[in-house]
């Protein structure tokens, strides 16, 4: 597959999860929402580096350029998994820390515990795009739930605990 392919289906694929329109993406890009239209469809004739990571970034994507000699990483998966990467960012500035298990069921049930607020609104609030989408794709292959779903649930929980990151409105 070329990499436009790519970077197209890419794009559309995690907008459209993401319940974001061309338009909303564009804006939290800094992009036309023509451009945007373009990169989805493959017709975009120039992209510059820094716009396609701007795009990207704002869908926790990143451009990722594979080295010729890989390097080999023990791999750890209890520890840096998504959701107990995210458990830490949102425990930051808090002295007890959400577990990764109660993170877990915030995003998949209707349960959001009075105590547990403000550590979801942490996690929405400054966690990475990136992180938001890693946490995603861990939920849809651990539990089998929507990707669709997942931010669903977050932009239901940012509103309702009245976030005021741009990606949520």
Same mark, same amino acid.
């Given at each position: 597959m070329s990499?436009?392919?790519?970077? +197209?289906t890419?794009? @559309?694929? @995690?907008? #459209?999860?993401?319940?974001?329109?061309?338009?909303?993406?564009?804006?939290? %890009?800094?992009? +036309?929402r023509a451009t945007v239209n373009q990169v989805e469809n493959g017709t975009i004739?120039?992209? %510059?580096?820094?716009?396609?990571?701007?795009?990207?970034d704002n869908l926790g994507l990143s451009l990722t350029v594979t080295s010729p000699r890989p390097k080999s990483h023990p791999h750890t998966r209890a520890k840096s998994s998504a959701l107990n990467i995210a458990a830490r960012?949102? #425990?930051? #500035?808090? @002295?007890? +820390?959400?577990?990764a298990d109660q993170l877990r069921?915030?995003?998949t049930t209707d349960c959001l515990s009075t105590d547990l607020m403000p550590h979801v609104y942490t996690f929405l609030e400054e966690a990475p795009v990136s992180l938001l989408a890693s946490v995603v794709e861990e939920l849809h292959l651990e539990k089998g739930v929507e990707r669709t779903q997942v931010w669903k649930?977050? @932009?239901?929980l940012a509103r309702r605990l009245k976030s005021s990151r741009e990606l949520w409105r």
């Amino acid at each position: 597959m070329s990499a436009i392919l790519e970077l +197209s289906t890419a794009v @559309r694929t @995690r907008r #459209s999860d993401m319940g974001l329109t061309q338009t909303a993406l564009a804006k939290l %890009s800094g992009l +036309s929402r023509a451009t945007v239209n373009q990169v989805e469809n493959g017709t975009i004739h120039d992209l %510059s580096l820094t716009r396609a990571a701007k795009l990207l970034d704002n869908l926790g994507l990143s451009l990722t350029v594979t080295s010729p000699r890989p390097k080999s990483h023990p791999h750890t998966r209890a520890k840096s998994s998504a959701l107990n990467i995210a458990a830490r960012t949102a #425990s930051v #500035s808090y @002295r007890v +820390s959400v577990t990764a298990d109660q993170l877990r069921e915030v995003l998949t049930t209707d349960c959001l515990s009075t105590d547990l607020m403000p550590h979801v609104y942490t996690f929405l609030e400054e966690a990475p795009v990136s992180l938001l989408a890693s946490v995603v794709e861990e939920l849809h292959l651990e539990k089998g739930v929507e990707r669709t779903q997942v931010w669903k649930k977050m @932009r239901e929980l940012a509103r309702r605990l009245k976030s005021s990151r741009e990606l949520w409105r």
